[in-house]
């Protein structure tokens, strides 16, 4: 594993669309989809709303979020973070934490009171050390 030496600093920032390519390698360490199809879907889904956070270490992208703003009845407004990864060669460098650190904030600063996300269970822990908690309503779907 390569990390970030001590007092090397992670940059989290938006991404323009124009680096939505670069992204693609990290993202596919995530999720199993083509760099066409990926692009595609954040296209689609940028425009209600879906941006893409990365987290660089030497001007290197070694993170990736993806996060939208919602507003339910219920819930009223909040921040839905779709998608967290850190390449796996920069685990446990502090880029996970960076960028769920920047989404709150960002969550915060559109007066929003939650992040609401889905986890692996390999990734429960890492959320619980920031405070989440299983929310207990089940989630369901159906195919069709």
């Given amino acids: 594993m390569t990390t970030p030496a001590r007092g090397t600093a992670i940059t989290v920032r938006r991404l323009s669309p124009g680096e939505w390519p670069t992204a693609f390698p990290v993202i596919s360490q995530l999720r199993s989809v083509d760099e066409a199809e990926f692009l595609q879907a954040i296209s689609r889904q940028s425009y209600s709303g879906y941006e893409l ?3 660089f270490v030497d001007g ?6 993806g996060m939208r703003p919602v ?3 219920a819930r009223g407004a909040f921040l839905y973070v779709d998608d967290l990864v850190v390449a796996g060669s920069h685990r446990g460098s502090g880029a996970g934490r960076a960028l769920m650190d920047y ?7 559109r007066n929003m009171n939650w ?5 692996k269970p390999d990734a429960v822990k890492f959320y619980e050390r920031r405070d989440y908690v299983l929310h207990p309503a089940p989630s369901m779907k159906k195919a069709l």
């Fill in 53 to 55: 956070v990365g987290a």
């Fill in 60 to 65: 290197k992208l070694v993170g990736l979020l």
């Fill in 71 to 73: 507003h339910t009845l």
């Fill in 103 to 109: 989404a709150e904030a960002d969550a915060r600063a």
């Fill in 115 to 119: 992040v609401f996300l889905d986890a």
